[in-house]
Every structure is written in structure tokens, then in C-alpha cells.
């Protein structure tokens, strides 16, 4: 028998929904039409976070499993842009993007790294109890905002039938930032776990992306 608080169970459990929020839509792929090899391999992305997510938040939430839950995510968030990136810009456009985003991000990686413990509670952006965002969490924000922006920088080339897909994609993001403001220990009204809840609507998202997917490549 195992002692783990219950903040810590929920985020553990709802963490293999993020493992679930990648194999699915690799099954999903496999089964029906194929999707470009970019979009696999986000897929893949997902699955592994979702992994490190499980380390991290069910073995106690230390500096290395630490440094492996947030380095998948910002690595998950540059294959997602990478694979905008290429959908819908020319290479004098993409390529740039691509390195620049490469190198921030793993600047961030490095920093977090290289301070040790205590890099979580280093809020840049603090919300008192409530929580905050330490520098990977920013980075991970920037980085969804700039998919965002990628997509929308192109919408007139996304099939107009997907739009809502797109949107829905854009609502799930927001509603994903708003969450992960809270600390990863929060519980309010004996049943909203921030965190937890933000793995669940995560994992969802990627259903609906490779769904919005399936209907731009099919």
C-alpha cells in the first residue's frame, strides 16, 4: 500500500487521460485515414507527456520527473507548431519560426534544470494562494498561443466546413489556460482539482484535433 494525498491521486489518475489524448488518436489514425507524418508524430508527442505527467505527479513530484513533465510539454507544443508550420507556410516563414521556438524552448528547459528544486514555486506571474506561472508554464502558454496564432494566421486555407473544429479547438485552449493557473494542489467545493481537470480537458482536445484533422486531410 501506497500513501498519496488525494490532490496528487487526481492528478496521477487523469493523467493517463493525457496518455489516452495521444494513443487514441494514433488508434483512431491507424484505423480510418491516414493523417501526414507531422501529425503522428504530435500524436506521439502527447503520449509520451502524458508518460512523464504520470511520473511526475505519482512518484512524489520531484526535479527530474519534474524537468521530464515540463520539457515534454513544451517539446509537444514546438511539434505542434512545427506541424502548422509546415501545413500552411513556405519555407522562408517556417523554418525561421521553427529554430527560434526550438531555441527558447530549450533555453527554458535548461533554465529549469540548472536551478533545481524550488523551480515550480518561482511564480513570474503570481496569484497569491491561488497560484501562478513559474517560467516553463509561461513558455507553454506562449508556445499554445503561438499555434493559435498560426492557425488563425491561415485561416483563409483552412477548409470552411473544419472552421468550427478550429474554434472549438481555440475555446478548449482557453478554458486549459484557465485551469492551469491554480496549483497543482488546489481543491475548491470538495470536487474542482485544477490540474486534474486540466489533463481531462487537454486529453479531450486532442480528440477534437484529430478530428479537425481528419477532416482537413480527408
Not at 521556438?101 to 506571474?125: H, Q
Not at 481555440?170 to 467545493?189: E, K, M, P, W, Y
Request: hydrophobic share 55%; glycine share 10%; aromatic share 16%.
Amino acid at each position: 500500500m501506497v500513501d498519496i494525498t488525494a490532490v496528487d491521486l487526481a492528478n496521477t489518475i487523469t493523467a493517463f487521460a493525457t496518455i489516452l489524448g495521444g494513443l487514441i488518436p494514433l488508434l483512431l489514425t491507424a484505423f480510418t485515414r491516414p493523417q501526414p507524418r507531422r501529425w503522428i508524430v504530435v500524436y506521439w508527442g502527447m503520449l509520451i507527456t502524458g508518460i512523464a505527467t504520470v511520473w511526475y505527479h505519482g512518484y512524489g513530484e520531484g526535479v527530474w520527473a519534474g524537468l521530464a513533465d515540463g520539457g515534454t510539454n513544451l517539446l509537444l507544443a514546438w511539434l505542434l507548431q512545427v506541424a502548422v508550420l509546415w501545413d500552411y507556410y513556405p519555407p522562408k516563414v517556417r523554418i525561421p519560426v521553427a529554430i527560434t521556438s526550438a531555441v527558447v524552448n530549450s533555453a527554458v528547459i535548461l533554465w529549469r534544470a540548472l536551478y533545481g528544486p524550488g523551480f515550480t514555486s518561482f511564480y513570474l506571474i503570481s496569484l497569491g494562494t491561488f497560484g501562478g506561472f513559474h517560467p516553463m508554464e509561461i513558455m507553454l502558454i506562449l508556445d499554445c498561443i503561438a499555434i493559435v496564432a498560426l492557425f488563425f494566421g491561415s485561416l483563409g486555407k483552412v477548409p470552411p466546413l473544419t472552421r468550427p473544429l478550429l474554434y472549438l479547438l481555440t475555446i478548449i485552449f482557453f478554458v486549459g489556460a484557465l485551469l492551469a493557473t491554480a496549483s497543482n494542489q488546489r481543491i475548491d467545493f470538495h470536487i474542482i482539482c485544477y490540474h486534474a481537470l486540466w489533463h481531462v480537458v487537454g486529453a479531450f482536445g486532442f480528440i477534437v484535433l484529430w478530428a479537425f484533422n481528419r477532416e482537413r486531410f480527408g
